[in-house]
């Protein structure tokens, strides 16, 4: 049983497109993260967002954009895809307070290619 | 200054061998650390906590020095399997930030 799963792995896509990836977790958890590796590996926190806030990394451009329809989803939306917004982007998961314990659990990654 | 800095390496080290890894952090109110690991095109998991009073998990020992802001990961007898990247972990008021990973390559 996958406990973060995302979809989709691997996204090729065009500059200028619109695409979103999704994010859903069995674990039970209360928050939700999206981060982004770029090509040199840097893990970089985009949203922390739980039922009460949504907290966001003010480098992030406002062309991405977390919508969760329940606490067990956080999708990621991306509007007018640039060549640097390829990387891979890895949805987490924890308790609220586990954030403090470290312990985040990730989903696999979606890779996404923007040409 | 990035938040959290680390030698990206890669350390190549024999099998059986000890490899110490360092880790600055910039923010002195850190309040947590931890040590992440991540194997090639895979996501990162919880390899350990790192306590003030520095802690072991089998042939792995962390340890903490808030007054330097510098944390420390060693892995003792490396093995095969422990070629990956270590992400040392800073967490402030709930968030955690990453650094860039350290790549350990263990050869036979």
């Known amino acids: 049983d996958t406990a973060v799963s995302q979809t989709p792995k691997y996204l090729v896509t065009q500059m200028g497109n619109d695409k979103s990836i999704k994010c859903e977790q069995n674990?039970?958890?209360?928050?939700m993260y999206w981060y982004k590796q770029d090509s040199k590996k840097f893990l970089k926190i985009m949203f922390s967002?739980?039922?009460?806030?949504?907290?966001i990394n003010e480098t992030v451009p406002n062309r991405f954009s977390p919508k969760s329809p329940d606490k067990a989803h956080l999708n990621l939306h991306i509007n007018s895809l640039e060549l640097g917004d390829s990387a891979v982007y890895f949805c987490?998961?924890?308790?609220?307070?586990?954030?403090?314990?470290?312990?985040?659990?990730f989903g696999e990654g979606s890779r996404l290619t923007v040409l | 200054r990035k938040e959290v800095e680390q030698d990206p390496g890669p350390f190549n080290v024999p099998e059986g061998a000890t490899v110490a890894f360092n880790c600055t952090y910039s923010n002195s109110a850190s309040q947590s650390f931890f040590w992440y690991r991540q194997d090639c095109r895979k996501e990162p998991k919880l390899l350990m906590s790192v306590y003030s009073s520095g802690n072991e998990d089998g042939r792995f020992t962390a340890q903490l020095n808030r007054a330097s802001q510098y944390i420390s990961l060693l892995i003792r007898d490396s093995k095969l399997s422990d070629s990956a990247t270590y992400l040392c972990?800073?967490?402030?008021?709930?968030?955690?930030?990453f650094g860039g990973g350290t790549r350990l390559m263990v050869k036979p």
């Open positions: 967002y739980n039922n009460k806030e949504l907290i």
């Open positions: 674990l039970g958890h209360d928050t």
């Open positions: 972990v800073v967490n402030l008021l709930g968030m955690l930030t």
């Open positions: 987490a998961s924890s308790h609220r307070l586990a954030g403090g314990r470290g312990e985040l659990f």
